[in-house]
């Protein structure tokens, strides 16, 4: 039995060990757009982190036509888990840096050795209750907290770093508590339920399709034109928007942004990326917050 943490580099996958994978037949429920994403993800799932540069380009590409609908997985219920190579949290953190190194993502794997995290379900069922407030900013809550643990190395299974990235994303801090112990722990059922239906057995898993019953499944960390295919896939005729590469308008839509990400939305090679990036903090345009494996890069407010 494989630990869930031990993401594989080459497919790109986080991977349960409790469950096979079925059909995508009807994974993806009715649409006001065209095209409807299930995304099976996890708060602590690398190879999820791996995916935002793919993702966030095909949000600001076909974001008009296209709804991506998140649902939490479940990666590590607790550490009952001890094979695969990770049988301790402190196994996890050399693990991550590799993983950093190779989706050219930062991860600061010294979260494992510094303050661990016992499981990923009270950051996921924090991310339901966030849903129940709002689904955009849900989806900013959880970058917000992918960002401190990856980056930051804060344990999110802590209430108070939960506060903390509700607070910054402007949500209701005292609602979210209450759906977090009430209606949320629903939700996150649901998902894992759904999940089991599926046949979702590890994570990045999206479901692509449309109310004509085409389907598309994309299973683990892949290039861009892997995702862009499948859209495609499912709807011949949806039709791409250019994106604006100027730095101000890609920071305005994303306030944050890794030097991979920036390469991947703005078209400026990756060699030459992060040197760009750091012209514009000594300009006072942005700030950055380093770490060992990589820097992310912050809109300052006018």
């Known amino acids: 039995m494989q630990n869930p943490l031990l993401c594989d580099i080459e497919t790109g996958l986080c991977e349960r060990p409790d469950s096979t994978l079925a059909s995508p037949v009807q994974a993806v429920s009715p649409t006001k757009k065209p095209v409807k994403i299930s995304y099976f993800t996890d708060p602590i799932c690398s190879s999820c982190w791996g ?178 295919n499948a859209l495609k896939k499912v709807h011949p005729s949806i039709q791409k928007r250019e994106i604006d590469h100027q730095w101000q308008p890609l920071f305005a839509h994303y306030p944050t942004l890794t030097a991979r990400e920036f390469s991947e939305l703005s078209g400026v090679s990756r060699p030459e990326s992060e040197a760009y990036l750091q012209n514009l903090t000594e300009q006072g345009h942005l700030s950055r917050l380093g770490t060992k494996n990589g820097d992310l890069w912050i809109r300052k407010e006018s």
């Open 51 to 228: 995916i935002e540069p793919q993702l966030r380009r095909l949000k600001l590409e076909y974001g008009h036509a296209l709804e991506i609908e998140y649902r939490m997985g479940g990666l590590l219920p607790d550490w009952s888990y001890n094979s695969g190579g990770i049988s301790k949290p402190s196994d996890v953190a050399q693990h991550w840096d590799e993983v950093s190194q190779h989706y050219d993502m930062p991860i600061d794997g010294d979260v494992w050795l510094e303050d661990p995290l016992h499981s990923s379900f009270p950051p996921s069922i924090a991310f339901k209750a966030a849903q129940l407030q709002s689904p955009e900013m849900a989806i900013r809550f959880l970058r917000k907290i992918r960002e401190m643990v990856f980056l930051q190395k804060k344990n999110i299974t802590r209430w108070e770093h939960l506060a903390e990235a509700a607070q910054f994303v402007g949500l209701a801090v005292d609602r979210l508590k209450a759906d977090f112990e009430g209606e949320a722990q629903t939700q996150f059922r649901d998902d894992l339920k759904l999940g089991q239906e599926l046949g979702v057995r590890g994570f990045p898993s999206l479901f692509f399709g449309t109310d004509a019953g085409n389907q598309e499944f994309v299973y683990g960390t892949k290039p861009y034109s892997v995702y862009e």
